[in-house]
């Protein structure tokens, strides 16, 4: 998941101003926490594609890429006309879903004829605009998304017009309701043709995102309240977990991500070191590029460490590598 600073912030930083943050322009405070998720998120993605042992308790990454992306829409920065809102997301996330789309085409001629298999014709000519291993359909999604939620918080609407904690409250409740709705309809929606399950899988973190920004946007809530909201959504998602039998559903994964998501705001930095913002800046760069570095780990590894945890450290090893090397080229602005 796709995903933007990897999958909202602008540029090749992923500062305060450039992820949509507002602190920047005040003391130059980075959210580390969110970039450090984010790339966590993004790790676990490929860990989830390879995919090495334990890769059903990676299914958090989605929904903590789409709550941090939303909840940052939702933050000051973002406050611009809506044409500008839309430019710059297109231009940050469309743009790159085409050439990408491109890319991932020409790939595929190239395994077809070289072995004679081409995903596109074995699936349908749709994989063309969600890629060939499907991970294509965060960006339009989270384009969407994103430019709405920037739509509906702008400033021009006066804000003291709004009744917030109503907001919040009907945000929260509508994204319960549409957990619900899913788990109990998970057999129908899962079968329906890519990328809808993948899009109805990430729409309760839309809302839980923008009910999230707002509160935080709103109501400014120190580390103490952050961390107890969290423990409290850690809470309610291992109810939910005792009641559905496991943790690891729709419902969980998306409350955990997020806890995550909270605990995680909790954290900034005024100076990030130079390595470390580098390599937290790759996140957009390694989840574009990690199908083509599992495929290549596939192909040097013999057949019985397929999807072994050695195969998920050389995938997430290369897929790292790759992205420095993109994110050096003159390629670099379609996955910054």
């Known amino acids: 998941m796709s995903t933007e600073s990897s999958i909202s912030g602008e540029r090749n930083s992923v500062s305060v101003r450039d992820s949509c943050r507002s602190g920047e322009r005040k003391d130059s405070v980075r959210l580390v926490g969110l970039d450090v998720l984010r790339f966590a998120a993004v790790l676990a993605v490929v860990w989830f594609h390879v995919p090495s042992p334990g890769a059903g308790f990676t299914i958090w990454h989605v929904p903590s890429l789409v709550i941090i992306s939303i909840a940052l829409a939702c933050s000051p920065a973002f406050d611009r006309p809506i044409a ?5 997301r297109a231009r940050r ?3 790159p879903w085409i050439v990408w789309c491109g890319v991932f ?6 395994r077809y004829a070289a072995v004679g298999r081409s995903t596109i014709l074995e699936n349908g000519f749709g994989t063309l605009f969600y890629g060939t291993s499907l991970h294509l359909w965060f960006l339009p999604f989270i384009f969407v998304a994103t ?3 920037g739509l509906c918080t702008r400033s021009e ?3 003291k017009d709004r009744n917030w904690r109503i907001a ?3 945000l929260t409740i509508v994204a319960f309701a549409v957990i619900l709705l899913l788990e109990c309809c998970s057999p129908t929606w899962n079968s329906w043709p890519n990328p809808i399950p993948q899009w109805c899988a990430a729409l309760p973190s839309v809302f839980l995102g923008i009910a999230t920004g707002l509160w935080m946007r709103e109501c400014n809530p120190n580390i103490a309240t952050k961390l107890g909201v969290a423990i409290a959504f850690l809470a309610l998602m291992l109810g939910m977990g005792y009641l559905r039998g496991s943790i690891w559903t729709l419902a969980g994964s998306t409350l955990f991500a997020t806890a995550l998501f909270l605990a995680a705001s909790c954290f900034a930095m005024k100076n990030v070191p130079p390595v470390l913002s580098m390599l937290l800046g790759l ?6 590029i ?3 570095a599992i495929t290549t780990t596939r192909v040097v590894l013999r057949d019985s460490w397929h999807s072994s945890v050695v195969h998920g450290v050389l995938a997430i090893a290369a897929s790292v590598a790759m992205a420095v090397l993109i994110s050096k080229s003159r390629l670099r602005d379609l996955v910054a």
């Open 283 to 288: 996140a957009m760069a390694i989840y574009l």
């Open 290 to 292: 990690h199908p083509i």
């Open 147 to 149: 430019v709405l939620t």
């Open 157 to 159: 609407i006066d804000a």
């Open 168 to 170: 919040h409250l009907t």
């Open 84 to 88: 500008e809102i839309t430019h710059r």
């Open 105 to 110: 085409l020409a790939i595929d001629l190239v």
């Open 93 to 95: 996330l469309l743009y």
